[in-house]
């Protein structure tokens, strides 16, 4: 008899944006007259950047001729001319990572979860509370248990590590999805700091570093004295260039990230993931890696920058709204979310019906990213200046 991994039966049924659509779709039916405005789901609305187009057609192009055709590529773990692209970006905000360190992946995401394959079982997991569901989700996958430490009003939402827990792996998310908040560099130095204590791994995402702009939030863990020794870097063109669809990111792993085995030999976790990728991957399309390459060309940065600030503007029109009605929030600074306060003590999901009953307008309730979520609401800049605006008129309307 086939045997399944019991795991997923004892987790939440749906991923929270399936939810979601579930939701939408039942209002739909009921009210196939009203616009909604979505300001809900991390999904960017800009196109392309005219270079990144260029490039990927330029590639396609070199696809259909025998002499410029390419097959499988030969490492699968990127090609030199994005690794070397990439290592030039992190050596711009002086963050210390070198190009064979670098994997290409098709986005953040899998590798946010794959990660969990190159550990074994018996580790503490760490999350900060909210998070970005797939931390959590992926190691209940693997049947491990989840610790958690509560980021809160307290702390702006950004939580700092607690010395009477132990952890062994650490996933740490700045700017952070969903509360908008970043942490800054004495921050990260605690966590480093925490983790070489620990002897433990931190998994740290910054899918989110475009948006960042104080000068004292840095842009990478590796900008972080002693990260190269505890930390493994995640980050994605999802949101920085619009690569939702088009799909590619990268995986950082020093070569100095050394941890012992159970018999005290010493392992590099980089030969450990490419041993998995080797077996479970077989790379990102040419064209995707030639697009991705072109955002980090002078041209390619100036055309993305502009996208950036678009959603910018929208995240200030938020932050606008939210100070005149007396919000409080987190975020929208340095990130493109914005973490409210639910007005008049309502819950996540019930502020989520009453915007989406009476003015139309949704957003993501905090229980979905975890306990200290509750009462909370993820707001997005991703729309355009047309709808945030008219969600912010909206929203002013009912309050
Ligand atoms: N990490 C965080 C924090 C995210 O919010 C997302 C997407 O929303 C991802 C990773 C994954 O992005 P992608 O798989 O599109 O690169």
């Given amino acids: ?168 792996i650490i996933y740490l998310c700045s700017p952070n999805n969903p509360t908008g908040s970043a942490y800054t560099r004495e921050q990260l130095e605690e966590w480093v700091a925490y983790a070489i204590e620990n002897e433990a791994v931190i998994i740290y995402d910054s899918a989110y570093e475009a948006f960042i702009s104080d000068e004292d939030i840095p842009r990478s863990i590796f900008c972080i004295k002693g990260a190269r020794k505890c930390a493994i870097e995640m980050c994605s063109l999802s949101k920085t260039a619009g690569f939702t669809g088009t799909r590619c990111g990268y995986t950082v792993i020093p070569d100095e990230l050394i941890v012992r085995a159970s018999d005290g030999s010493e392992v590099c976790l980089a030969d450990l993931w490419a041993r998995r990728q080797g077996s479970k991957f077989n790379g990102v399309s040419y064209p995707v890696q030639r697009a991705a390459e072109a955002v980090f060309t002078p041209t390619g940065q100036a055309q993305i920058k502009e996208n950036i600030e678009y959603y910018k503007e929208n995240a200030r029109i938020i932050a606008d709204t939210l100070d005149s009605l007396g919000i409080s929030y987190t975020g929208g600074k340095n990130s493109p979310y914005i973490w409210m306060k639910c007005p008049k003590g309502m819950g996540g999901w019930e502020y989520f019906d009453y915007l989406l009953n009476n003015i139309q307008v949704v957003g993501t309730p905090g229980e979905g990213f975890g306990r200290n979520g509750a009462g909370y609401f993820r707001l997005t800049a991703f729309s355009t200046h047309e709808k945030t605006a008219e969600a912010m008129r909206r929203l002013r309307s009912i309050s």
């Fill in 1 to 168: 008899m086939v045997r399944i991994n019991e795991s997923f039966l004892s987790m939440k049924k749906n991923y929270l944006f399936i939810d979601i659509a579930k939701r939408l779709a039942a209002y739909r039916q009921t009210h196939p007259d009203k616009e909604l405005i979505r300001m809900g789901i991390g999904d960017v609305t800009r196109p392309l950047a005219p270079v990144v187009v260029e490039a990927m057609k330029k590639a396609a192009d070199e696809m259909g001729r025998a002499e410029t055709f390419r097959g499988y590529e030969d490492s699968g773990t990127g090609y030199d001319f994005l690794k070397n692209a990439i290592a030039e970006y992190y050596r711009s905000f002086g963050a210390d990572v070198k190009a064979d360190e670098i994997r290409i992946n098709d986005g953040a995401k899998a590798d946010c979860g794959n990660i969990t394959d190159i550990f074994g079982n018996g580790n503490t997991v760490l999350v900060t509370d909210p998070a970005y569901p797939v931390y959590v989700d992926t190691n209940l996958m693997c049947g491990r248990e989840v610790t958690y430490i509560d980021s809160n009003e307290g702390n702006g939402f950004a939580a700092m590590p607690d010395k009477s827990i132990h952890a062994d």
